[in-house]
């Protein structure tokens, strides 16, 4: 599954984080041409912030997670 977020705050970012980790598999986000994993707070606020970021998550419970996440979803 893949989707599109942004992230306006630091604080959007941790909560972002948090929601990520909670979850057992791999979820990446990718600007531009870097790719990071979305559990790593450092790396979404250094690469992330205030862009748009596409959510790539491969797993058959993604739509739990992009639920979670729903409030950061841009078109």
């Known amino acids: 599954m893949k989707f599109m977020i942004r992230l306006h705050s630091p604080k959007d970012a941790e909560e972002f ?3 990520a980790s909670g979850f057992d598999y791999d979820i ?3 600007t531009g041409a870097a790719y ?3 559990k ?3 790396g979404v ?3 992330a912030l ?3 970021a ?3 998550c491969q797993s058959k419970d993604a739509d739990e997670f992009r639920n979670s996440v729903q409030k ?3 078109a």
């Open 72 to 74: 950061f979803a841009v």
């Open 50 to 52: 205030n862009k748009k």
């Open 28 to 30: 990446d986000l990718k």
């Open 54 to 56: 596409m959510v790539i």
């Open 40 to 42: 790593s707070l450092l």
């Open 36 to 38: 990071l994993d979305a």
């Open 45 to 47: 606020i250094s690469c």
């Open 17 to 19: 984080v948090k929601i």
